[in-house]
């Protein structure tokens, strides 16, 4: 039992925070160990935190709440994608963990999406480093077998969208002033066939094809009425929500839960999978485009004259 527990604490003791994070085995704290146990021993939660994403994991019900904690606007960067897709697999590998909720530590934002300056202005390469990274978070999250909520506090336009997605259920604050869709065409750029393939899946081929043609971005209660999310609960009842339905969901056998979600999934899985390499390829070759760059500009100059 202690055994397992060191095993497990040490799978989830604090990565360093800022730069890369370093790999983590169960070997690595010897000296630590009975202080560690005994903490451990007495402890029902175990936190940590990376730069831009923070993990508080409740051993008593097996869910763990992930905050994305990038502001101002949560934006996707290589960093945040990152560190989202490893805390993602240690929870996953951990036999404690269940449930994730995943929701945002920024007022007023689930996440703004990919972040645009990582589109703009650098080398090929960094592209397809970026985009293979944005390909990871997706994997991992929408192939995850733990039960995953989303607790949309927030805006949550385009790739903030898809993690919202990629959930097994969503739940967002009632605020007239968050929106929520797959907004890429606005910003003159297409959605990739996984991003179309999810939203597809989720709300069905008519809404998804309106929906992704005019770049669409819902208020909550109309995202409620095309089934882009589950549920519109106020906004402070959106984490009791999330905890409540979750502890739903976990009354089933883990077993039964994750073949089936893992036979609904898989399909679009695979596709990814088998076409990833030239999924990259193509995102390159797209984003490099003297037209392209100067849509993802204007976009980003009229954020930012917006904002001032
Ligand atoms: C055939 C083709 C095949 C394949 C195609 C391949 C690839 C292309 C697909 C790429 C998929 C793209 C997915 C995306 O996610 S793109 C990102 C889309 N996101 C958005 O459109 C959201 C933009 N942001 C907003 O609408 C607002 O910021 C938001 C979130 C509602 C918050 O509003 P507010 O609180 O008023 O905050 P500000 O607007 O003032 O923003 C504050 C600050 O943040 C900067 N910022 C906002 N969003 C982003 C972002 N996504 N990336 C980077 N930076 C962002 C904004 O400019 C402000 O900066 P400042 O310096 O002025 O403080």
């Not at 175990?46 to 051993?59: A, W």
Request: charge should be positive.
């Amino acid at each position: 039992m202690i055994a397992t527990l060191l095993i497990q604490h040490e799978k989830l003791e604090q990565l360093p925070s800022g730069g890369t994070l370093s790999p983590y085995g169960v070997h690595q704290k010897h000296g630590q160990i009975t202080s560690q146990a005994l903490q451990l021993l007495s402890s029902q939660r175990r936190q940590f935190s990376n730069t831009y994403i923070s993990v508080k994991l409740d051993e008593t019900s097996g869910v763990a709440v992930m905050k994305l904690k990038r502001p101002p606007v949560n934006s996707l960067n290589m960093e945040l994608l990152t560190e989202f897709a490893i805390n993602l697999e240690k929870l996953e590998i951990d036999r404690g963990c269940r449930g994730v909720i995943l929701t945002s530590a920024v007022p007023r934002i689930f996440s703004a999406g990919l972040d645009i300056t990582e589109m703009c202005g650098k080398n090929a390469d960094h592209y397809g480093e970026f985009w293979r990274a944005v390909q990871e978070m997706w994997l991992k999250l929408y192939g995850s077998s733990m039960v995953t909520i989303a607790a949309i506090n927030g805006s949550s336009p385009a790739g903030g969208c898809l993690m919202a997605l990629s959930c097994d259920y969503r739940i967002i604050a009632n605020n007239k002033k968050y929106t929520i869709g797959l907004n890429e065409t606005q910003l003159g750029i297409v959605a990739p066939f996984w991003f179309k393939d999810i939203i597809t899946e989720v709300i069905g081929h008519r809404a998804a094809e309106r929906s992704l043609q005019l770049g669409m971005l819902y208020s909550p209660t109309d995202a409620l009425k095309i089934g882009l999310v589950d549920e519109v609960v106020a906004e402070d009842k959106v984490q009791s929500t999330a905890s409540a339905v979750m502890a739903q969901w976990l009354t089933l056998p883990d077993h039964a839960r994750q073949i089936t979600k893992s036979m609904m999934r898989k399909p679009s899985l695979d596709r990814l999978v088998t076409h990833r390499e030239a999924d990259i390829t193509n995102f390159v070759s797209y984003i490099t485009r003297d037209s392209i760059q100067k849509s993802l500009q204007m976009y980003m100059e009229m954020l930012k004259k917006k904002g001032r």
